[in-house]
């Protein structure tokens, strides 16, 4: 074993994240104390903070008993909480009580009509006790079930899907503060969405991992839970910046967050580089045999 493995110290890693995610927690909730109202805007990003934090907690517990893959599933999750966040707070401010709004109301009434149409389905089940649940999850005068047309519900799903609210926050317009390269996570996402799915991407993955030869393999591994590790300290510290946006219309943060940011990149990236090494003398020959024969 190389000292590279041996000396992989997942505590250190791990204690490292979780000294970041608590001092960005605190500050969010102390950018609440100090600033926060008790509107549907503050509340509906309070909640969504909450929710990311949970999810935030149990794909760190995953990765450190070992479920990697597992892991990821949770943190498509965790990319889709902070998505909303984002879009949110960086929506200028005369525009976001309106698009919360949309959120609890169109974009919430669509959802209960998908549920609904899924449980009309449901209903032909002979078990007396589940066949109540379905009946009572179409009843119009519980929920609303809105009066848009089968495009509009389309529409305001997409609208509010991941992969819209990443672009349109690339690309910014006269409503929305534009967060240039934040796309880019759309990559990992997509990973992720293979897993979540159990398609032939994610089936690929694990044959991937299996067929490496074992010190390759642990390199592999480590460095993927040090991308997760990163991706958490990362997305929780946009999200710190998209609500002290969303307060104070700043994107500063503190000199302790940048320190404990640091201190992290320092111990993943260290296993994220001995992983990539590992892989030039692939990329090498692959990029000799891609070369078009030299002419004579």
Avoid at 127 to 143: A, G, N, Q, T, V
Avoid at 246 to 260: A, D, K, N, V, Y
Wanted: hydrophobic share 35%.
């Amino acid at each position: 074993m190389s000292d590279t493995l041996a000396n992989f110290d997942y505590d250190s890693i791990q204690g490292s994240l979780l000294t970041h995610t608590s001092l960005t927690r605190d500050s969010i909730f102390e950018l609440f104390k100090s600033n926060g109202k008790a509107d549907q805007v503050d509340n509906t990003i309070y909640q969504l903070i909450n929710y990311l934090s949970g999810r935030s907690q149990a794909a760190t517990f995953l990765a450190n008993w070992g479920y990697i893959w597992d892991s990821e599933i949770v943190l498509r999750s965790f990319y889709e909480a902070g998505s909303k966040v984002w879009f949110i707070c960086f929506h200028k401010k005369e525009y976001r009580e309106d698009l919360v709004n949309e959120f609890w109301t169109q974009l919430h009434s669509a959802h209960n009509h998908k549920r609904r149409t899924k449980a009309k389905i449901a209903e032909k089940t002979p078990h007396l006790d589940s066949k109540r649940i379905f009946e009572f999850l179409s009843r119009e005068d519980i929920f609303d079930f809105g009066s848009a047309n089968k495009s509009s519900r389309r529409a305001i799903d997409q609208k509010w899907s991941f992969s819209e609210i990443l672009s349109t926050l690339e690309h910014g317009s006269d409503k929305v503060i534009a967060v240039p390269g934040i796309l880019v996570l759309s990559h990992v996402y997509g990973l992720q969405s293979h897993l979540t799915h159990a398609d032939d991407g994610a089936l690929d993955f694990i044959q991937d991992q299996s067929t490496r030869p074992l010190q390759e393999a642990e390199l592999k591994a480590r460095a993927h839970v040090c991308r997760i590790m990163s991706d958490i300290a990362s997305l929780w510290t946009l999200s710190y910046q998209a609500i002290r946006f969303h307060f104070e219309g700043t994107l500063r943060i503190s000199e302790q967050l940048h320190l404990s940011m640091n201190d992290l990149h320092l111990k993943t990236a260290v296993h994220q580089e001995a992983f990539n090494r590992s892989q030039d003398a692939f990329y090498e020959r692959y990029n000799q045999e891609s070369q078009p024969p030299s002419e004579k």
